[in-house]
């Protein structure tokens, strides 16, 4: 079956991609796809590359769509991954920090995670919270 995505590199496009690899500076899956690429260049069929880089066939055949249809660049890069809404904004961090500086529930010596967790869920400013994130918070205040 003929390969739909071809790879054909400018001597531009090769001198970049084998600085990137000699040098090793950037990210293991940069390193990688600059790899598939110069052995796709090379004439190299998807399964002799992916065996000789020890990756999927997907992941060369998904380089190679990349490269031909968005470009250089955006067969190299990773993709922005937005991720989940921060749990606490400010207004919660706020009330985090007032929470923690101040007494804690009778009955105990200290504020612990849980307690803060219990609270902040208590008082409306989160719908659910876990500890984890009530830690990060608190050291990323300080």
Not at 9 to 30: F, M, P
Not at 39 to 60: E, F, M, N, Y
Not at 107 to 135: C, I, M, N, P, Y
Request: proline fraction near 3%; charge should be positive; aromatic fraction near 4%.
């Amino acid at each position: 079956m003929a390969k739909k995505y071809i790879v054909d590199l400018t001597d531009e496009e090769r001198e970049r991609l084998e600085s990137l690899v000699s040098k090793g500076r950037q990210s293991a899956r940069k390193i990688k796809r600059a790899n598939i690429l110069l052995l796709a260049d090379d004439g190299r069929q998807d399964a002799d590359i992916s065996k000789s880089l020890r990756t999927s066939i997907p992941t060369v055949e998904r380089t190679r769509k990349r490269f031909v249809i968005g470009g250089f660049d955006w067969a190299l890069n990773e993709r922005h991954r937005p991720g989940a809404k921060a749990k606490l904004d400010m207004k919660g961090e706020a009330v985090l920090a007032t929470l923690a500086q101040s007494e804690p529930p009778e009955g105990q010596k200290r504020w612990t995670l849980q307690l803060l967790t219990d609270r902040l869920v208590e008082l409306g400013v989160v719908e659910a919270v876990s500890k984890e994130t009530v830690r990060k918070r608190l050291k990323k205040m300080n």
